[in-house]
């Protein structure tokens, strides 16, 4: 089974504030409805764009995909 969004952006916890994926990273942590399990770029890009805080960019969003989409494939 694939490592899920979540578990992967974790890793980018504990930076500044001055960098965006950390940044990010830390406010998805805080936001406890945050889809966990999730695999899927539609679901997710989907929560981001409808129910995420505002700290939780888009553009961050598609950059971490990204990186995740190149890790777990």
């Known amino acids: 089974m694939k490592q899920s969004f979540y578990l992967y952006v974790l890793k980018y916890r504990g930076g500044g ?9 830390e406010t998805m942590f ?4 945050f889809p966990k399990a999730e695999t899927s770029f539609d679901a997710l ?29």
């Open 30 to 33: 805080n936001q406890h409805d």
């Open 45 to 73: 890009s989907k929560y981001i764009e409808e129910l995420a805080h505002p700290d939780m960019s888009a553009t961050v969003f598609d950059e971490l995909w990204e990186s995740y989409y190149e890790a777990v494939r």
């Open 17 to 25: 504030k001055k960098d965006k994926k950390s940044w990010f990273a």
